[in-house]
């Protein structure tokens, strides 16, 4: 964890050493985890967090200084996991590892859940902010590097702007299947994946690929 994210925490009043009182911690963290999703951030209390853990209210001020600091705890080793996937361009069948990457990004936040408090969190706590635009920067610098590479053996557009097109990519992974939603439509993570993949490659190479990648399901 960075000193930033050291920072964004801070430090607990106490750090359990006796499975006892770790157990109780893990209770806290549970049923702050609960009720954040279930009532929203600024709608539980740290009292509401204890009586759902079956603690004193005392007992949660043992552990988390307030109610940002438990939620933080939550956040603090899942803020990757919050992060649009990077994509592979060094495989046969581009499109189809994409789709792949997008449905298991989707599964992940939905599982998580936490991501849901994000529009909460973010117009409040402008340390939060910038930790998590620090992360995107990130995945950003890692699917740019990629995106070079793929640009040096000529496999993309060559007049395509690089940094635009990672943006780009990294908004549609972010938000296309969440839209695809809100119009009723079921999330279809292929075709996310084929306009991401052609906004990237020129049809000769797109069709080079999957060429290659029938002829890779011949041969096994």
Known sequence: ????????VGEFPIVPKQERAQ????LLLKSGYALFIMKGYEQTTAKEIAANAGVATGTFYRYFSDKRQLLMALLEDQIEM??????????????????GLLEAYDRRLNELGLQRLLPEILAKDTEFAEVLTAAKRKIYDRILS??????????????????TVTWAMMILAENAPEKMKQCGKQADYHEVAKVICRMIFPP?????????AK????IE
Not at 23 to 26: E, I, L, T, V
Not at 147 to 160: F, P, R, S, V
Not at 215 to 218: A, G, I, S, T, Y
Request: avoid cysteine; glycine fraction near 4%; aromatic fraction near 4%.
């Open 1 to 8: 964890m960075s000193d930033r994210e050291d920072h964004l």
């Open 23 to 26: 157990q109780k911690r893990k």
């Open 82 to 99: 919050l992060m649009p996937p990077e994509p592979k361009w060094g495989v046969r069948d581009p499109e189809s590892t994409l789709a």
């Open 146 to 163: 990629g995106i070079k590479k793929a640009y040096d053996h000529g496999l993309i557009w060559k007049d395509i702007d690089l940094n």
């Open 204 to 212: 000769d190479v797109i069709m080079k690929l999957q060429h290659e």
């Open 215 to 218: 002829l890779d399901e011949n």
